[in-house]
Nanobody
Framework: VQVVESGGGLVQPGGSLRLSCEAT????????MSWYRQASGKERELVAG????????NYPDSVKGRFNISRHRIKKMVYLQMNSLKPEDTGVYYC?????????WGQGTQVAVSS
């Protein structure tokens, strides 16, 4: 099982970024996928989740209305579209999947929101 993130970078406040997560080694269509972030000195927090079917998504209030998670069944990819970015969105963003009671995390991709 492997998940690999990409797409991070430096963006100005109010800007947008799209993160990607490539999933391999498991039956992608069967599992919930999630994005987390960790700011310097803070605990890792959930920013978006999507069910195996892609029908249901969930977000914390801090990103609701600005972030959108989606998945592509054939490509085995999960995306996080981030709009209206704020400096407090800065952090390392991780993709996660839980397979057979074990969590798998990617190496993370850095997002910096600064003018």
């Amino acid at each position: 099982v492997q998940v690999v993130e990409s797409g991070g970078g430096l963006v100005q406040p109010g800007g947008s970024l799209r993160l990607s997560c490539e999933a391999t080694g498991f039956t992608f269509a069967n599992y919930v996928m999630s994005w987390y972030r960790q700011a310097s000195g803070k605990e890792r927090e959930l920013v978006a989740g999507i069910t195996s079917t892609g029908i249901t998504t969930n977000y914390p209030d801090s990103v609701k209305g600005r972030f959108n998670i989606s998945r592509h069944r054939i490509k085995k990819m999960v995306y996080l579209q981030m709009n209206s970015l704020k400096p407090e969105d800065t952090g390392v963003y991780y993709c996660k999947v839980r397979v057979l009671d074990r969590e798998y995390w990617g190496q993370g991709t850095q997002v910096a929101v600064s003018s």
